[in-house]
Structure formats: C-alpha cells, structure tokens
C-alpha cells in the first residue's frame, strides 16, 4: 500500500484557537503526522483527527476533499465511520 498523505486539504488557516479551518489539526499536529512512518500510526493519527473534528464541529467539508485526495492518489483508505459520528 502506498503511503497513507496528510489530512491535509490545503487551506491551511489557523484561525480556531490554533487550529486549521481545512483539517482541524494544530502546527504541532502537522509537524507530528510527518514524522509517522508506518501507515497503522497515520491511519490512527486520522481516526484521532476525526474524532477531533467531530468534538469542534464545522468540519463537514474535510471528509469530502480528504476522499478526493485518496482517489487521486489511487490510495483505498478505509476507517471507522461511526468514530465521527
């Protein structure tokens, strides 16, 4: 398997008490997810982000363009679904 990308969705404005309007993580969160090597830590760094997301709210737009990212890069990603909800 391909490594898993960032939660990055390229907006990157740090505008919620530090964290990002496109992803939710924080500037050490990002700094924290590029040192994961294995894919089991990034995929588990993404259900923690999710989880995240879901307790800040207003995140609705990340999983969509998260998505668009995986299928671009031909990468089958799959994660608990009920996590965020």
Known sequence: MAKVP???IDV???KRAGHCIGCSMTKP???MFK???SNKH???FIDMLRSQQ???GKYSH???AYLKKLRKKKI???WDKDKAA
């Open 54 to 56: 879901a307790m800040m």
């Open 42 to 44: 990034r995929v588990a």
């Open 6 to 8: 960032s939660p990055c």
């Open 76 to 78: 089958k990603l799959v």
């Open 62 to 64: 990340w999983e969509p």
């Open 29 to 31: 969160q990002k700094s």
């Open 35 to 37: 040192k994961l090597k």
């Open 12 to 14: 990157c404005k740090f």
